[in-house]
């Protein structure tokens, strides 16, 4: 007999389709459909991720985001591959992308009960030095009797029925939960399926590495300030953290979700609600890391409880091991 693991595929279409028949008995399959769109973008993205240099796709697009960020090549390719693709799944009916200024409404003959919110190619200025990179999408069901409107996206991040996001580095990992849980699916590109790799992420209840750009410690609030000194300056026996910092969200999280411990973007003098956007960074990370046990919080508030005000607002976020981000927590309870 040979080794079950290598002739019976878990893939992510069928672990997320028996999901759909064990704990969803009613559902259409909407879902699953939707999902396999946002396979697609990935797989595209990771392709075009993998040759950027040899095709000359690195580099400044001569273009720049709502953010008034210069765009890359890709940030602009995968923009496209992610819009169109879920236009074509007929399963969507409001678009947010990072590289938008304005949401996109799905015209009716193409438009089904979904809502996602996206970031196509998160932490882009590592694009050209081959650092991991990475797509971040979370889901909203439109609510009844809606067509799909900017209310529908407007929803605390408790609301979403799905995140997740795609890792594009040494290899292509899309870590996802659809409310039951967190797996991560491993992409084989000769088969060009993602194969279930990690399931049941659990996320440690406390770690020993720190991630936040210490390059703004100068603009920390007091209780953050107090707080990193605790992790480098700890009381005997306690043993200081690691610091790792990537500078790319995605690959920081998944590092987390792996091996726990804490991610930060503070807010801070420079940039008073922090620099990650509530709807598709801090949402979905705060999404997969409570399902995988831990916690994602503003400091002051549960990130999940948020309420956007617009489809590009930021928030301050700490997200990882349950422990370490209550420690946070208790900084700025004393600090208040
Ligand atoms: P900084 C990338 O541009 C990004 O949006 C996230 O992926 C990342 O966590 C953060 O910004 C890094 O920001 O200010 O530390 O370079």
């Known amino acids: 007999m040979s080794d079950p693991s290598k002739t019976n595929l878990i893939t992510l279409t069928r672990h997320v389709f028996q999901d759909q028949v064990e704990h969803y008995k009613e559902a259409s399959g909407d879902l699953t459909l939707l999902l396999t769109a946002i396979q697609l973008g990935c797989k595209f993205v990771a392709s075009n991720v993998r040759k950027a240099s040899l095709i000359s796709m690195t580099g400044l697009a001569n273009s720049s985001n709502i953010q008034g960020e210069e765009q890359k090549k890709l940030d602009v390719i995968a923009n496209e591959i992610f819009v169109n693709a879920l236009r074509s799944s007929n399963k969507v009916a409001v678009m947010v992308s990072e590289e938008d200024e304005e949401a996109i409404f799905v015209e009716t003959q193409y438009r089904g009960k979904y809502c996602v919110v996206f970031d196509p190619l998160d932490g882009s200025s590592n694009i050209d030095c081959g650092v991991s990179i990475g797509t971040i999408f979370g889901i909203y069901k439109v609510r009844d009797d809606s067509e799909g409107e900017i209310a529908d996206v407007l929803r605390p991040g408790s609301e979403m029925v799905a995140a997740g996001y795609c890792t594009y580095g040494s290899c292509s990992t899309l870590v996802l939960t659809t409310g039951k849980g967190v797996n991560g699916y491993t992409l084989d590109t000769e088969i060009g399926e993602f194969i279930l790799t990690h399931p049941n992420i659990q996320i440690p209840s406390r770690g020993k590495i720190y991630a936040v750009n210490e390059g703004n410690s100068k603009y920390w609030d007091a209780a953050c300030t107090k707080y990193f000194h605790s992790l480098k ?104």
Not at 234 to 263: C, Q
Not at 286 to 303: C, I, N
Request: glycine share 8%.
């Open 233 to 336: 300056f700890p009381v005997e026996p306690k043993k200081p953290y690691s610091a790792r910092y990537v500078g790319s969200m995605v690959a920081d999280v998944h590092r987390t979700m792996l091996y726990g411990g804490i991610f930060c973007y503070p807010a801070d003098s420079k940039s008073k609600n922090g620099k990650l956007r509530i709807l598709y960074e801090c949402f979905p990370m705060a999404f997969l890391v409570e399902q995988a046990g831990g916690r994602a919080t503003t400091g002051r508030k549960r990130m999940l409880d948020v309420h956007p005000e617009t489809i590009h607002s930021r928030s301050p976020i700490f997200l990882g091991s349950k422990e370490d981000v209550e420690d946070i927590e208790a900084f700025y309870r004393a600090e208040a």
